[in-house]
């Protein structure tokens, strides 16, 4: 049976999810892939764990510090890596460089983290073609909602003419609060952070630049197109006028803050902006924890896709998802 | 450059609109999975054309009588075949043997008519896998609407619990017109039918029959389970009273065809319904010639799908993407 080799970098709650899960699945890998997946590696920024014959269950809480950064994973050997860490590789910025040298030598890669991905996702894109490699970015963009997936395969042969994204649930639960609860921006806020919604600990959902780099990753990845941040027009909730809240009121309408690419003539446009949608469209059903796409194609009309999942389970699901992509890929076993 | 040789039984209106797609795709199928694709034959009942090199679009219209049948197709020695036919090679039934000889030939083949799949579809799934043929239904559950793909690629590696399905735009143009407008079950089926709605010119729709074998051919083919259609409890919107439409009405329910599929202790159970939703739910907006699934899953959540599109362009598409499938299998690449 076929060894593969897999390390973990990042080991918060999204990390420690895909761990539990890996080794769960290790027999499902086996009798279905005929391929024995060993956990050889996990680090987050200070500590690490590895061991040669791969890690079991119980080791996973017995990380010792010192052990971190790309030489200490790359030194297991992995066929694949997973980057769960929110820095890739911390603050050293060298999430980038280490996705390159893994990528570089042939080794898969699953990536969480959008921060290289931003940056350098057509390169790394372009050098995972050179080498073979398969770089896979379901974490990064949606998770458990299905988008880059719809594109490359629920689509296959299908020109898309258009794509829309309701991806921050921060978003969605400041919105509703503005509308039926005459909630202002902070208050809103504040409420969604007592809630739990991790996303509104950044300021990234508020501005709209967290739905602005699912777009870009989106069109890199899924579209082929080298669209970049800096051709967005983004305008995030913290722009909504009162006037606005009573206008949508008055209408009945239901705004969201929605990530938005049109492809015209051979070129993709991206705009992030609050829009409001009628009640009897999905996606004004789309409220608090849930994200929803619609894709508009040529040739199979509209699909519109809306997911409800409990982080950070989804996201390590969406992860090993990849994995399973990627494993039929290396052993062949398309028959289901 | 391989020679990738596909023949197609059926050339009605899908049948015809899949080998116009087919062939305006060969330089797409050429440039992405380096393969010369070749329509080498086509048949209806009682008419056919082979042209050994692969025909060119303006020879659709071609077709010869006396040329037709299994024997026929199979002297064109396809790669892959699509049966596209409404009866599966006609009324002799042998839809069923002739699958059978062209995967035991480990000739992969993609199926949109659901009659040989309903019977006989467990034991050609287990010789495609003996043989290593692939064996694409996309077209005979849901077409554009993403079901299979969504169990065995979106959702892979997660435990799916409860399915739903809303596949008959039929059942869907009549439920509307008893609920908005008061219409009998018989005025609304006139009414549909002067719509063109296809699938209202068979019972199928009305008796729930039709949403039954797509669940089969779902539980058959996405989740590996052999649920049989003699043991799903099936009821139609033609078993709909009177009360039963105003007691929704005035709990502004929406009732919609339903199946369900629900998984529990290794065991799957199939039910056809009329079920009424909540205004809220994403399956209560799905009208007209729309579609819409639910899966629900442990790792993921809830998943709902939505489709809307025009026949019979979709369907096609939905044939041309297992085709894509399956080159990306045959050629091996897996790069995008």
Request: charged share 20%.
């Amino acid at each position: 049976m076929r060894d593969i080799r897999i390390a973990i970098d990042g080991f918060g709650a999204i990390g420690r999810e895909i761990a539990s899960l890996l080794l769960a699945r290790h027999d499902h890998y086996a009798s279905t892939y005929g391929v024995d997946v060993h956990l050889v590696a996990i680090c987050e920024a200070e500590m690490g764990l590895s061991v040669e014959g791969g890690l079991r269950t119980d080791q996973l809480g017995q990380l010792a510090s010192g052990k971190s950064g790309a030489d200490f994973l790359l030194s297991s050997r992995p066929d694949l890596f997973i980057a769960a860490g929110s820095g890739d590789m911390g603050a050293d910025q060298s999430g980038s460089g280490y996705l390159r040298s893994a990528l570089a030598a042939g080794c898969d890669a699953i990536v969480v983290s959008t921060g290289a991905l931003i940056d350098d996702g057509c390169r790394l894109r372009e050098l995972a073609r050179t080498t073979g490699a398969q770089l896979k970015i379901s974490g990064a963009i949606g998770a458990a909602l299905p988008t880059i997936d719809m594109l490359q395969h629920n689509l296959a042969g299908c020109k898309a003419v258009r794509i829309e994204g309701i991806f921050s649930p921060c978003a969605n639960y400041i919105l509703d609060a503005m509308m039926n609860c005459g909630a202002t921006l902070s208050e809103a806020l504040g409420e969604a952070e007592k809630e739990g919604l991790a996303d509104c600990r950044s300021r990234s959902d508020i501005d709209g630049s967290g739905t602005a780099r699912k777009l870009v990753l989106l069109a890199n990845f899924g579209l082929d197109s080298p669209l970049s941040i800096d051709s967005l027009t983004v305008q995030g909730v913290e722009a909504i006028t009162e006037q606005a809240i009573a206008a949508w009121r008055s209408q009945a309408m239901v705004p969201r803050l929605v990530g938005t690419l049109v492809l015209e003539a051979g070129s993709v446009r991206g705009t992030v902006a609050v829009r409001p949608y009628f009640p009897g469209d999905p996606m004004a059903l789309v409220r608090g924890r849930c994200t929803a796409t619609r894709i508009v194609t040529e040739e199979m009309g509209e699909i519109v896709v809306t997911n409800c999942a409990a982080e950070p389970r989804a996201t390590a699901a969406a992860v090993l998802k990849d994995l399973e992509h990627i494993l039929r890929i290396r052993s062949g076993r398309f028959q289901w």
